[in-house]
């Protein structure tokens, strides 16, 4: 059983910036593909980043691509979300989620992943 703890939500203004992060329980943490998820009220949970546990290499949704940057520290067991540029379309509960098994073709589902942390809400306002 893996626990995920997120960390570093908040309100911020439009323009700025935000970083989350995602500590595992798990030791074999480098194993895992993790990823963030978002939703926002009465909307479905959405893909926004993950990083495929074999290579390495992120993937970005459409609409955080360019402004997100997902980086994974395995000596910490931590995944984290760089948040720049952000507007009050990124306002949502972020959930950090992780899978050991899941193939590269379904790292975008959130039904593919296997754990999930407790979320942390981002609020983008002025």
């Known amino acids: 059983q893996v626990q995920l703890l997120e960390t570093g939500g908040g309100l911020v203004q439009p323009g700025g910036s935000l970083r989350l992060s995602c500590a595992a329980s798990?030791?074999?943490?480098?194993?895992?593909?993790m990823g963030w998820f978002r939703q926002a009220p009465g909307k479905e949970r959405e893909f926004v980043a993950a990083v495929f546990r074999t290579y390495g290499r992120p993937y970005y949704s459409d609409s955080v691509k360019g402004r997100f940057t997902i980086s994974k520290d395995n000596a910490k067991a931590t995944v984290y979300l760089q948040m720049d540029s952000l507007t009050p379309e990124d306002t949502a509960v972020y959930y950090c989620a992780a899978d050991g098994t899941l193939i590269l073709s379904s790292i975008t589902q959130h039904s593919a992943y296997d754990y999930w942390g407790q979320g942390t809400q981002v609020t983008v306002s002025s």
């Open positions: 798990e030791r074999t943490f480098s194993r895992y593909t």
